[in-house]
């Protein structure tokens, strides 16, 4: 057994390549290997597809919308959409306060939301709910979404980090995913190289 002190005197290098002895193997944790690189390929796959389906479909609704639409259920939908909002602003604070790692998730699909509620506040109002919609986007809803989105990503870097899996200033979006796979060894070892 490690003592800490023994642990304090590793290198960088030398931690990563313990923690990568100490983990818990994949086929421990998932049916098989194969079935991982299968639902990986697979999802992978139908996001490349789904990407090339709406690339047309945008161009035909910008060709083919209406400039004015009456919605019905329009406060269903509003109403609605605020509630997904509350839930997702209640769960963050809820896990925030418990330190759970799943926060990463909420605050980030609340962050989205946010962006996604100030974009259609401030294109669909008219009349004196424009000036309304562009204060409450400017002063609350984007700047809270901010908020959240890179707190969600400094935590995720926090994280993985803490794990050895990025190196220090890297970026969020350089975090490999810790699970192994035959085609992922080159990319793994570029994103683990020692900073010292």
Do not use: K
Request: aromatic fraction near 8%; include cysteine.
């Amino acid at each position: 057994m490690l003592t800490d002190e023994q642990i304090a005197a590793l290198s960088p290098t030398e931690r990563r390549q313990l923690v990568a002895r100490l983990v818990r193997p994949v086929d421990d944790v998932v049916p098989s290997r194969r079935w991982l690189r299968r639902t990986r390929e697979s999802r992978v796959a139908l996001m490349v597809l789904s990407a090339a389906v709406l690339v047309p479909w945008i161009g035909y609704l910008a060709a083919t919308l209406p400039r004015v639409y009456v919605a019905r259920h329009w406060d269903v939908a509003w109403v609605g959409f605020d509630l997904m909002l509350l839930g997702l602003i209640t769960s963050t604070a809820v896990l925030g306060y418990l330190r759970r790692q799943l926060f990463v998730l909420t605050a980030f699909a609340a962050g989205v939301l946010l962006v996604c509620d100030a974009w259609f506040d401030v294109l669909t109002a008219h009349g004196d709910d424009r000036t309304w919609s562009v204060v409450t986007a400017i002063a609350i809803e984007l700047p809270l979404a901010a908020l959240l989105i890179t707190g969600a990503l400094q935590m995720l870097r926090l994280m993985a980090a803490r794990m050895w899996l990025l190196r220090p200033g890297g970026r969020a979006w350089q975090i490999p995913i810790p699970l192994p796979d035959v085609g992922d060894r080159a990319v793994r070892r570029r994103s683990r190289r020692p900073s010292d």
